[in-house]
């Protein structure tokens, strides 16, 4: 692969762009194609049967595993529409198959209002592993652990001090619409409007003993952060990362304020100038869009108790 490749976005189709890449050139991918579910694309057919999407989604999956190195990490965002087709396909259909590390829920608020079904409010982050050598799993990653319950809720001098991994749920709650901000929430229960009767998350709890970065042009932008705890667990600095969908170029914008290479896909040409803009004004180093803080989820607290509210 020529430098040239590296650390641009490309205008054109993915699976013809890929093909110009070398086999094993590429340690993580992400991609969040079309979910084949009507979206108004300019350039793109959201609305396929269902066998046509399927076949198309394996000539560019087969590309992306090509690319990757043994070993290397490939993460698929998809809708429930075609989550089981995409999963049975890489994990059973693939030859040689991927490896299914984790099956993680995004569940966002606001989202998609239903008349005929419960609303949309999450969406699937398959994360696949390619055979033939180690993946990589930074689960040291202070950027990536959070706060135990033990720290935050009862101040437990017993709880690890580095935090624990995250569960395979994220929670990312707006904040004020004059910050537009994300924030990582740590439990189900302190997301206000979340996990109501009417949405299509529904959380039950276990029994036990104890957005200043919206782009304003791109319908379907992902939250920074999030693409951050992906880039950061399944990466290392200068590691090359996949988009080949790259819409927004969140991904490619992730990856460079990490501190990794990039190469990212995007057929429609006025996406992929605004994506390349966003990419020019950006610097190695510099903080992603949002907030990771997770106290933001801390439960109100006095020496270490839960306080009593009021009841109403």
Same mark, same amino acid.
């Given at each position: 692969m020529s430098r040239e490749s590296f650390d641009r976005l490309h205008v054109g189709d993915c699976v013809e762009g890929m093909a110009g890449l070398p086999e094993g050139s590429v340690d993580l991918a992400f991609a969040d194609p079309p979910y084949n579910i009507g979206y108004r694309y300019d350039t793109y057919d959201d609305k396929r049967d269902w066998r046509e999407y399927v076949d198309w989604c394996r000539t560019w999956i087969e590309e992306v595993v090509r690319v990757l190195k043994p070993g290397g990490t490939f993460w698929?965002?998809?809708?429930?529409?075609?989550?089981a087709?995409?999963?049975?396909?890489?994990?059973?259909?693939?030859?040689?198959?991927?490896?299914?590390?984790?099956?993680?829920?995004w569940y966002y608020t606001f989202g998609v209002n239903c008349k005929a079904k419960f609303s949309r409010s999450h969406a699937h982050?398959?994360?696949?592993?390619?055979?033939?050598?180690?993946?990589?799993f930074n689960a040291d990653d202070p950027a990536v652990r959070v706060p135990s319950a033990r720290q935050l809720v009862y101040a437990d001098k017993r709880a690890n001090p580095r935090g624990r991994l995250p569960d395979d749920t994220w929670i990312m709650l707006p904040g004020p619409d004059e910050e537009r901000l994300e924030r990582w929430l740590l439990r189900p229960q302190d997301a206000p409007d979340g996990f109501d009767p009417g949405g299509d998350v529904w959380y039950f709890p276990r029994v036990n003993g104890t957005f200043d970065e919206r782009a304003g042009w791109h319908g379907?932008?992902?939250?920074?952060?999030? @693409?951050?705890? =992906?880039?950061?667990?399944?990466?290392?600095? #200068?590691?090359?990362?996949?988009?080949?969908? &790259?819409? *927004?170029?969140?991904?490619?914008?992730?990856?460079?304020?990490?501190?990794?290479?990039?190469v990212g896909y995007e057929m429609d040409?006025?996406?992929?100038?605004?994506?390349?803009?966003? @990419?020019?004004? =950006?610097?190695?180093?510099?903080?992603?869009? #949002?907030?990771?803080?997770?106290?933001?989820? &801390?439960? *109100?607290t006095a020496n270490g108790r839960r306080r009593k509210t009021k009841a109403v």
């Open positions: 698929l965002a998809i809708g429930d529409e075609h989550a087709d995409l999963k049975y396909l890489c994990t059973r259909q693939l030859d040689p198959p991927l490896t299914c590390r984790s099956w993680v829920i982050l398959f994360h696949f592993v390619k055979e033939g050598g180690e993946y990589t379907c932008q992902m939250p920074e952060q999030l @693409l951050g705890r =992906i880039v950061r667990v399944s990466s290392h600095e #200068g590691d090359v990362v996949l988009d080949p969908f &790259a819409g *927004s170029g969140t991904t490619l914008a992730v990856a460079k304020k990490l501190g990794r290479r990039y040409e006025g996406y992929a100038e605004r994506a390349t803009a966003r @990419l020019a004004e =950006i610097a190695v180093g510099d903080e992603l869009s #949002g907030t990771a803080d997770p106290l933001v989820s &801390a439960p *109100s």
